[in-house]
């Protein structure tokens, strides 16, 4: 897992609008373990149930000392989440960022960043407003992330219907979720994104359900390719996965909305104003990227894609490439948020990539590229000494019809 966090201009907060974002050069890199239950649990005809897989995440090539400005998460997230509370309860809330000196900026390591820091405010309001942030100890952007688990799913077997192995039939016992507005977007379609049924075509889609987006995806097909002489299909995310509403009418579900390219994660977030789009504003509204200089999107260095082997639904190569972002405005009596104006900024954005290589790469090579191809070539090599057995067999044959009957000696007839 490569993790790249957005370096923030140190200019006076009053000025934040269009201060410039910067990419770290250096990766910060981020090894996932995911540990997975063996012998899955057979819960009825034709369905298993596999247990969490739980992931841990430890650094790798990753400086963890390294500092990075950017706006204040929990400070900004607050103040949008009680914009709608009385005028007194948000000067108090105004006068306690103070006492903790809280500025809507804060400047801390990776490592805090990341696993989590001290703050007196968070332990201020977990104490008396319990249950409104996420972590009830240090808060960092992947504090929850580290050993937990994906959540229990129980998936077809495909031993009635082939088309329908490796689909999810149940998360966490929930054959539907709870977050969204439409009963089609909070559907759990596809499979838990780790196989798909066999024999896919350049009709077929890839839709599995993502614990982390808490909604089901689906990727559609690009374009033929081949690694390593396997033949694979290519699928990306269309420009109407995070599209708003307006522009897509079947995401009106996930609303509310701001501009096409943001998935409004806050229903699942504890009401935090969090949204996911693809790195850089890749495939979202060009305006998003106005509010922030310094973002380059492309679909090389930004888009997600899975290859997988048509014939077994096996993913061969996929590159996830998701970014995280904080809504934020001016929220009256919070003197805190300034003069910021609407605007959605981005704090990161992550890449979990991975292939098959070494023995198993050999061994799928062998048995789905070199064996087929052997097999085709016995098939016609069969035929060919069928054929050739069948016309000598008929030569023979002909040459024994026509040949003439010896002649008889005289001697022959009279005795």
Wanted: glycine share 8%.
């Amino acid at each position: 897992t490569s993790m790249f966090f957005f370096q923030y201009s140190d200019l006076p907060w009053t000025q934040f609008l269009g201060v410039q974002a910067v990419l770290l050069r250096a990766d910060h890199v981020c090894r996932e373990r995911v540990r997975r239950r063996h012998h899955p649990q057979h819960v009825g005809p034709g369905k298993t149930r596999c247990f969490p897989s739980t992931r841990s995440h430890s650094p790798f090539l990753m400086n963890l000392s390294s500092f990075i400005h950017k706006p204040a998460r929990v400070l900004q997230g607050a103040a949008v989440m009680m914009e709608n509370m009385p005028f007194a309860v948000r000067l108090m809330i105004s006068a306690t960022f103070k006492t903790f000196k809280e500025g809507p900026f804060l400047t801390k390591t990776v490592g805090e960043l990341m696993w989590g820091y001290d703050s007196g405010l968070v332990d201020f309001l977990n104490k008396y407003l319990p249950g409104m942030l996420p972590s009830s100890g240090k808060f960092g952007l992947f504090a929850d992330f580290n050993n937990s688990n994906t959540g229990l799913f129980t998936i077809n077997t495909g031993k009635d219907d082939i088309g329908k192995v490796h689909k999810v039939d149940s998360w966490n016992g929930l054959t539907k979720l709870p977050y969204w507005k439409t009963p089609q977007c909070n559907m759990i379609n596809g499979t838990a994104g780790q196989m798909w049924p066999p024999f896919m075509t350049k009709e077929s889609t890839l839709p599995f359900y993502s614990p982390d987006a808490c909604r089901s995806m689906e990727l559609v097909y690009q374009r033929p390719g081949e690694m390593k002489g396997i033949p694979l299909y290519r699928y990306v995310a269309p420009k109407t996965l995070f599209a708003n509403g307006t522009d897509y009418a079947p995401n009106e579900g996930f609303c509310p909305c701001r501009q096409s390219g943001l998935l409004n994660v806050s229903s699942c977030r504890h009401n935090s104003p969090v949204f996911i789009s693809h790195p850089h504003f890749f495939n979202a509204d060009p305006v998003l990227l106005d509010y922030v200089n310094g973002l380059s999107p492309s679909e090389d260095k930004h888009g997600l894609f899975i290859d997988i082997h048509p014939e077994t639904g096996v993913p061969l190569n996929v590159s996830i490439r998701l970014q995280l972002n904080l809504y934020m405005k001016k929220v009256s009596a919070i003197t805190e948020t300034g003069k910021i104006s609407e605007v959605v900024m981005p704090m990161i954005w992550f890449e979990e990539s991975g292939y098959i290589d070494g023995p198993i790469l050999t061994t799928f090579h062998t048995n789905l590229v070199i064996l087929p191809a052997v097999m085709e070539y016995m098939q016609y090599g069969f035929i060919a000494l069928g054929l050739a057995t069948i016309l000598i067999a008929s030569l023979v044959y002909h040459k024994v019809k026509v040949k003439p009957p010896p002649s008889m000696k005289a001697h022959d007839l009279f005795c």
